[in-house]
């Protein structure tokens, strides 16, 4: 089985803040593990996606995380927030071998000015 | 690339009538997803295509519930009967293979009153 938990529903940072978005998997196998970022009333945006080369991932909008086996986390980072990145982002699992992804409750990113 | 496209954006019906909803994956992309996403929620897996044979259901698709895609090309979700706990944002979303991200349309946002 294949699951991810994502730690808070909800994170405020104000704008200019390092902003840390936690994600932990549970799966018996290597997994591929994605971060999505959704805005309102639209569907999901592909942030980056860990395949098992570089355990840390850069993906768009300057947001990276880091694969760490020893904690089952993926944890997504950006070094300073702005505005725009508002949204609430989804952590998802993959194990190899199956072909659909297992998405966690999401995390609603609040920025304050 | 033009990207997943749903239709229609927005639906309301009432209580008991069929609705069905339509999705043109990425042209290319010979799998096709159907997730279902209520408020507060991730994305949950209800079926998927390759090409146009069926090959996973999800226990929440009930038997009120059919998927088509006929050509392998644009994909039909149907819902017979429908009831208030379907409300729900339908997406679809589309991917060239095994493990490769999705490419999510922006939803179908189905209201039962």
């Known amino acids: 089985a294949q699951s991810v938990t994502q730690l808070g529903s909800h994170v405020s940072v104000s704008e200019g803040a390092l902003v840390l978005l936690r994600c932990n998997y549970s799966?018996?196998?290597?997994?591929?593990l994605f971060w999505y970022v959704q805005y309102p009333n639209q569907g999901l945006q592909l942030l980056l996606k860990?395949?098992?080369?570089?355990?840390l991932v850069k993906g768009i909008n300057g947001f990276e995380a880091e694969f760490k086996k020893s904690e089952t986390s993926f944890h997504l980072t950006k070094p300073s927030a702005h505005m725009s990145d508002a949204a609430e982002y989804f952590c998802?699992?993959?194990?190899?071998?199956?072909?659909?992804?297992?998405f966690g409750k999401g995390t609603m990113l609040l920025v304050s000015p | 690339d033009t990207g997943v496209s749903q239709n229609p954006r927005h639906k309301i019906t009432k209580r008991g009538q069929n609705v069905t909803f339509r999705c043109d994956p990425i042209?290319?992309?010979?799998?096709l997803y159907w997730y279902r996403q209520t408020l507060g929620q991730g994305p949950e897996f209800l079926t998927y295509?390759?090409?146009?044979?069926?090959?996973?259901k999800s226990r929440l698709l009930s038997d009120r519930f059919s998927a088509e895609r006929p050509k392998g090309s644009f994909s039909t979700l149907e819902i017979q009967r429908t009831e208030q706990g379907d409300s729900a944002m339908y997406l679809c979303?589309?991917?060239?293979?095994?493990?490769?991200?999705?490419?999510f349309g922006n939803g179908t946002r189905l209201t039962v009153t």
């Open positions: 042209s290319e992309h010979n799998r």
């Open positions: 998802a699992v993959n194990l190899r071998g199956y072909s659909t992804l297992t």
């Open positions: 979303a589309s991917s060239p293979g095994d493990n490769s991200p999705l490419h």
């Open positions: 295509f390759q090409n146009e044979a069926q090959l996973e």
């Open positions: 799966s018996s196998v290597p997994p591929y």
């Open positions: 860990y395949t098992s080369a570089a355990t």
